[in-house]
């Protein structure tokens, strides 16, 4: 099985995990350890979008701590009050589709960063569909 995406969330110290893995017949999405089967890669998206949204929301009012993290194969991107991740200072990394995708947002709140997250995975996913394809 290949990793595709994970995301992480945090609001005032509880969190909530979505991890999606491909293993030839479809792609299994790991909603806080629990496995589904999606039949596309669009269909685990918008499943751990939902699943992380519903978690956030909450934290939209501006009054609860939260943070998100998203890991795709070039790299993680955090959001909010996230623990530092370390790494990623090199002058081609700076220039990634990560990086210019995180760039785009400007702190407006928990589902927006979702949304940003879910930008930056579809680039990633979509790369690695036409690696494969070639």
């Given at each position: 099985?290949?990793?595709?995406?994970?995301?992480?969330?945090?609001?005032?110290?509880?969190?909530?995990?979505?991890?999606?893995?491909?293993d030839?017949?479809?792609?299994?999405?790991?909603?806080?350890?629990?496995?589904?089967?999606?039949?596309?890669?669009?269909?685990?998206?918008?499943?751990?979008?939902?699943?992380?949204?519903?978690?956030?929301?909450?934290?939209?009012?501006?009054?609860?701590?939260?943070?998100?993290?998203?890991?795709?194969?070039?790299?993680?991107?955090?959001?909010?009050?996230?623990?530092?991740?370390?790494?990623?200072?090199?002058?081609?990394?700076?220039?990634?589709?990560?990086?210019?995708?995180?760039e785009?947002?400007?702190?407006?709140?928990?589902?927006s960063?979702?949304?940003?997250?879910?930008?930056?995975?579809?680039?990633?996913?979509?790369?690695?569909?036409?690696?494969?394809?070639?």
């Amino acid at each position: 099985m290949s990793e595709l995406f994970s995301l992480d969330a945090q609001v005032c110290g509880f969190e909530r995990h979505a991890k999606a893995e491909a293993d030839g017949l479809g792609i299994t999405l790991y909603l806080d350890g629990q496995p589904t089967r999606h039949g596309s890669v669009n269909d685990a998206i918008r499943g751990a979008r939902d699943f992380i949204g519903e978690f956030l929301r909450p934290a939209e009012r501006g009054d609860r701590p939260w943070g998100l993290r998203v890991s795709v194969s070039g790299g993680a991107a955090v959001y909010g009050e996230w623990p530092l991740v370390g790494g990623g200072g090199s002058p081609s990394f700076r220039k990634s589709p990560l990086v210019r995708i995180r760039e785009r947002w400007h702190d407006s709140g928990p589902v927006s960063a979702l949304e940003n997250a879910i930008q930056i995975i579809r680039e990633y996913v979509s790369r690695g569909s036409q690696r494969l394809a070639a």
